[in-house]
């Protein structure tokens, strides 16, 4: 299984909800990352797990919450956002270690649209 | 100036043509990607280098480290080639995820 696979695809949310974006992969990968990504532009590191610990966050503002409850998911929950939150956010993996084998694979995105 | 550059940005070719995509960097690498992203679409790795030259299917990515250039090749282009190619590199010595993207080529083939 070399997939990333991310739930839901799109989601449409008001300035006031709580929802959750949901990422998983059975690769054995030990790194994981969010992205977002406007339209146009080249995709923006948030966040990197490694080995279930956050590693990186790429001051990203607190409306974004990470969390990594096992090695193989990795979850985004979303609160208060902005409607300029509103973009592609993608969910990819990779081992740890030798640069050469730290090969990110991507998940297809969850389109978001904030209200 | 930004420390990863793609040439050109925009591309257009008939289908069955060669293309080539390039990527210049200005920093030292462990290693350089190729990425494809279909329009509205999430990314897809096709290529991961530190040296020399990959070939899969019709793609064919050639890296010269000297030069800190690498290339796309696309062999008999096919309208379902029609995307945004992405070229990123991880900086040498950089920490776990530091990828750092060019601004991406968006190629059309025509039928």
């Known amino acids: 299984d070399t997939e990333v696979t991310q739930t839901p695809k799109h989601l449409v949310m008001g300035m006031t909800n709580k929802k959750s974006l949901k990422c998983e992969q059975h690769?054995?990968?030990?790194?994981m990352y969010w992205y977002k990504q406007k339209a146009k532009k080249p995709p923006e590191l948030m966040f990197v797990y490694s080995y279930e610990k956050l590693s990186i966050n790429e001051s990203v503002p607190s409306r974004f919450s990470p969390e990594c409850p096992n090695s193989s998911l990795l979850n985004l929950h979303l609160h208060a956002l902005q409607p300029e939150d509103s973009a592609l956010y993608l969910c990819?993996?990779?081992?740890?270690?030798?640069?050469?084998?730290?090969?990110?694979?991507f998940g297809p995105g969850t389109r978001l649209t904030v209200l | 100036k930004n420390e990863v550059e793609q040439s050109p940005q925009n591309l257009t070719a008939q289908e069955g043509e060669f293309i080539t995509i390039n990527c210049s960097y200005s920093?030292?690498?462990?290693?350089l990607h190729w990425l494809q992203q279909h329009p509205g679409g999430g990314i897809v790795s096709l290529f991961m280098l530190s040296s020399g030259k990959k070939k899969h299917g019709r793609l064919i990515a050639t890296i010269n480290i000297q030069e800190k250039h690498s290339s796309l090749h696309i062999t008999a282009s096919h309208p379902r080639d029609s995307a945004v190619y992405i070229c990123a590199v991880r900086r040498h010595g950089g920490s776990q995820g530091n990828l750092i993207f060019g601004k991406g080529t968006k190629l059309s083939v025509k039928p």
């Open positions: 920093v030292g690498i462990s290693a």
């Open positions: 990819a993996s990779s081992q740890i270690g030798l640069a050469k084998y730290n090969e990110q694979f």
């Open positions: 690769m054995g990968h030990r790194a």
